[in-house]
């Protein structure tokens, strides 16, 4: 779509443009992460993104070393596998931070469906029509989903899926600015995260 090499040039513009923002606010973070608990500042997990290709994305640690050491689980609420810091940082959602260098890099994009693990993405395929339809467009560090639903569960999917493919449908800049504000709000307010 035209508006694809636009959304691409306004990414790229608005990350080096906030980096000043981000960056330092990255590495404060990342030194509290150190202090909360033991392990890494960031996170590195591979993700599925655009045209169903892996790719590693980067995200500030929230949860404990071993946190997904009897294999991978989506996050539930009161999860028991978050840090007291990894809380705060769930909740304002600043623990997406990193993926800046995500976008940077061209695998991601500032606004679009989230990005799920392999294994995940997997199973929907099996479960879920037309799930692949997703990657059609690069994932995001918000998305539609994210400001109409918040954090989902397994058990939400479906849900999240339809918000998906609304934002697919509706692409736009028009959409990706009201996201944004919708973000904005959720950053600032707590309200649509959990």
Known sequence: PPYSALKRL???????????LWLPLMLV???LIRLDSKGPMFFVQERVGEGNANFR?????????????????????DDDRVTGMGR???????????QFLNVLKGDMSIIGPR??????VDHFEQEIPFYSYRHVVKPGITGWAQVMQGYAGAEDTAVKIEHDFYYIKHFSLWLDVLI???????????????
């Open 115 to 120: 990005p799920e693990q392999r294994v995940f």
């Open 180 to 194: 944004i504000v919708k973000t904005i709000r959720t950053i600032l307010t707590g309200f649509g995260a959990r």
């Open 29 to 31: 973070l990342g030194l």
């Open 10 to 20: 306004m990414d790229i513009s608005m990350v080096v443009l906030a980096a000043p």
């Open 88 to 98: 705060f940082l769930r909740r304002s959602r600043l623990d997406e931070i990193p």
């Open 57 to 77: 994305l980067y995200k500030l640690r929230t949860m404990r070393m071993e946190a997904e050491s009897d294999g991978a689980r989506f996050t539930e609420e």
